[in-house]
C-alpha cells in the first residue's frame, strides 16, 4: 500500500543546551489497512527541511500500555528530543485490546508490519535502512524486541513479508522481555509464549541494544534484566543495562518522580542520547 501524507506541522521548539532554536516538522502517515476505510498510521519527527535524499538515521518507537491500551502520543517527547538533534524519528500506532479487542500476538503482527514499512519506504522516509533503531516501553518494549528475536507473528496480508524485522539497534524502556510461566503477562500468551517471549529467542545476530530499569520496577524484576543481557552477551551482542535507584515502572516519562522524589526523565534521555552517539546515530554534543 502506497502510504499517504495526511498532514505536515512545524513547530518551534526552545534553545537547548546543546542545539539552536530550530523547526521540527512531523507528518502523519497510513501504513496498514486494518478494515475498509480504517488504516494504522505512523507520526514521523524529522528535522525541519530536511534533504530526503540525505538519508538519516531513524528511531522507530512503539508505545506501552500492557498490550491493552496506550497511544502513539507517549512517545512523542523521546521522538522530539532525536529529531532536534538531527535524527528522524517515528512513532507506530498498533491495535490493542481495548482499542480493537485483539490479542497480544496481533500487537506484534503490527509491529512487525511497522517496521517492515518504514524500512520498505525508506526513500520516501528519508531515512537510512541499514541505521534504524526500535524501541519502546514496558509492552512497546517487548514489541520491540520481538520485532527482532521472535519469529513468526506476521500478518498475512503484508505484501513485503521478505523486509528485515530486525533492528540495528534496540532502545528498550524497562521492557516486558520474559513471558514465561514466571514472567508478565504469561496468561495471556500461554498458547503461544514460546515463539512470543523475547528473552527465550535471543540468537545472533543480535543488535546493540539499550536497556533502562528502575530497581523499584513491580513487573519487571531486575535479575530479568541482568538474565536478558547475558544472554545477549552469549550471543556476540552488546546490552548496556542502566539501573536507576528507586525508579519504579514508567520512571523514563516526562513528568513522573519515583519513589525517592527523583525525576528521571532527563537522565534516560541523556543516556538513549549517548548509547546513540556510540553508534553514530548522532553527532556527539557540543559543550
Given amino acids: ?50 534533504n530526503k535524499a540525505d538519508a538519516l538515521p531513524c528511531a522507530l518507537f512503539i508505545f506501552g500500555g500492557g498490550w491493552s491500551g496506550g497511544d502513539i502520543s507517549l512517545f512523542a517527547d523521546q521522538a522530539t528530543h532525536l529529531a532536534k538533534r538531527g535524527m528522524v524519528a517515528i512513532c507506530a500506532q498498533y491495535r490493542t485490546r481495548k482499542s480493537h479487542n485483539v490479542p497480544p500476538n496481533v500487537c506484534l ?35 520491540a524486541a520481538a520485532t527482532t528475536f521472535c519469529e513468526g507473528f506476521n500478518e498475512p496480508g503484508d505484501k513485503n513479508k521478505s523486509v528485515s524485522t530486525q533492528a540495528n539497534a534496540l532502545l528498550l524502556f524497562n521492557p516486558v522481555i520474559d513471558n514465561g510461566p514466571n514472567g508478565y503477562g504469561h496468561d495471556r500468551v500461554e498458547e503461544f509464549w514460546e515463539a512470543f517471549s523475547p528473552l527465550h529467542n535471543i540468537a545472533a545476530p543480535v543488535p546493540p541494544t539499550l536497556f533502562l530499569l528502575g530497581d523499584s520496577d513491580k513487573l519487571i524484576p531486575v535479575n530479568t534484566a541482568h538474565a536478558f543481557k547475558k544472554a545477549i552477551e552469549a550471543n556476540g551482542g552488546r546490552c548496556e543495562l542502566n539501573i536507576y535507584e528507586q525508579a519504579e515502572h514508567g520512571f523514563f516519562n516526562a513528568g513522573r518522580t519515583s519513589g525517592n522524589g527523583v525525576a528521571y526523565y532527563d537522565q534516560c534521555i541523556e543516556a538513549m542520547d549517548n548509547f546513540l552517539v556510540g553508534l553514530g546515530y548522532l553527532k556527539a554534543k557540543r559543550n
Fill in 109 to 143: 503482527m503490527d509491529a512487525k508490519s511497522a517496521v517492515r514499512y518504514v524500512r520498505a519506504n525508506a526513500e520516501e522516509l528519508g531515512i537510512d535502512p541499514n541505521r534504524l533503531a526500535v524501541g519502546g516501553g514496558s509492552a512497546g518494549g517487548h514489541l
Fill in 1 to 50: 500500500m502506497k502510504h499517504s501524507l495526511i498532514l505536515t506541522i512545524f513547530l518551534l521548539f526552545p534553545v537547548s543546551s546543546f542545539s539552536a532554536t530550530q523547526l521540527i516538522d512531523t507528518q502523519i502517515i497510513a501504513y496498514k489497512e486494518i478494515a475498509p476505510n480504517e488504516s494504522l498510521i505512523l507520526k514521523r519527527y524529522g528535522p525541519s527541511g530536511q
